[in-house]
């Protein structure tokens, strides 16, 4: 299993359109085969900033996931809404 998770800060202004169009991404990523899970989630106590928990069954499902017109329509949509960069950090499970 392969975890990714992506934080993300946007302008304040862009709160809705940015869950708005996330959540057209995840709801489409959440179908396709070798994804394993793919969440939003938001701090209680910060409306600007976003984490994006992805697992994926292998190395290849990651690339396919990179190639389909939900994600690059996401990404392009979502460019402007960020307050930084997003970051994304592979995680490994410590404990099974």
């Known amino acids: 299993m ?3 998770l992506v934080q993300i800060q946007i302008k304040p202004e862009f ?9 057209k991404n995840v709801n489409a990523s959440r179908k396709e085969p070798g994804i394993i ?3 939003l989630l938001q701090p209680a106590d910060e409306q600007e900033r976003f984490y994006l928990l992805e697992e994926y069954e292998t190395s290849e499902a990651v690339t396919a996931h990179k190639q389909t017109a939900h994600y ?10 960020m307050a ?8 490994k499970n410590i404990i099974e």
């Open 2 to 4: 392969i975890t990714y």
């Open 15 to 23: 709160s809705q359109e940015f869950i708005n169009a996330t959540a």
């Open 37 to 39: 899970r793919f969440d």
């Open 72 to 81: 690059f329509e996401w990404r392009e949509t979502v460019e402007k809404m």
């Open 84 to 91: 930084i960069p997003r970051k994304g950090s592979m995680l």
